[in-house]
T-cell receptor, first 113, second 113 residues
Framework: EDQVTQSPEALRLQEGESSSLNCSYT??????LFWYRQDPGKGPEFLFT???AGEEKEKERLKATLTKKESFLHITAPKPEDSATYLC??????????????FGSGTRLSIRP | EAQVTQNPRYLITVTGKKLTVTCSQN?????MSWYRQDPGLGLRQIYY???????DKGDVPEGYKVSRKEKRNFPLILESPSPNQTSLYFC????????????FGPGTRLTVL
């Protein structure tokens, strides 16, 4: 069964303290892995898509990496405005569910000034 | 402005009273999807649509119906709502199933008494 697990559930950091969020996945074949940011009371906002192991994408203080079993979202020198819930999702490459998208339950990140 | 709109934003109803949540996008996207978000369970896909008249089940389709008669609209129908359908619902759209920069609507908070 296709599955996405994110850890930790919650993470509190001091401003400037770098860290990583983990997304491990089990799918029959990976078509794409996606990272989103969600602020309280709002819909998720797209950050990155990764397609193959070894791929990396960067945006400001965020960097996403992908291996065959997991993805990491690295946050370098975070600021309070980076506080949000970060969601990981995968799209499986199978005939029966080629367009289905599975989300993890998210990591709630809090950055203290 | 490119956006996904949902209506209503908040709804309180009673068990068994049919309701429809509307979703509309102005980006000419082919792929549209409905999710529900519950604490600890993350976003779960209810139904998705690859294009007009093409819909398919996500992970939690029971108790829901959808239709895609026009490209821009993708309403979610609850024929006989029950309390376990109390949740936060999001509609999303993207250019295509393989292009998963999904744009999310603002969400509809549904309470079924």
């Amino acid at each position: 069964e296709d599955q996405v697990t994110q850890s930790p559930e919650a993470l509190r950091l001091q401003e400037g303290e770098s860290s990583s969020l983990n997304c491990s996945y089990t799918v029959s074949g990976l078509r794409g892995l996606f990272w989103y940011r969600q602020d309280p009371g709002k819909g998720p906002e797209f950050l990155f898509t990764l397609y193959s192991a070894g791929e990396e994408k960067e945006k400001e203080r965020l960097k996403a990496t992908l291996t065959k079993k997991e993805s990491f979202l690295h946050i370098t020198a975070p600021k309070p405005e980076d506080s949000a819930t970060y969601l990981c999702a995968v799209q499986a490459d199978s005939l029966s569910s080629a367009s289905k998208i599975i989300f993890g339950s998210g990591t709630r990140l809090s950055i203290r000034p | 402005e490119a956006q996904v709109t949902q209506n209503p934003r908040y709804l309180i109803t009673v068990t068994g009273k049919k309701l429809t949540v509307t979703c509309s996008q102005n980006m000419n996207h082919e792929y549209m999807s409905w999710y529900r978000q519950d604490p600890g369970l993350g976003l779960r896909q209810i139904y998705y649509s690859m294009n007009v008249e093409v819909t398919d089940k996500g992970d939690v389709p029971e108790g829901y119906k959808v239709s895609r008669k026009e490209k821009r609209n993708f309403p979610l129908i609850l024929e006989s709502p029950s309390p376990n359908q109390t949740s936060l619902y999001f509609c999303a759209s993207s250019l295509g199933a393989g292009n998963n920069e999904q744009f999310f609507g603002p969400g509809t908070r549904l309470t079924v008494l």
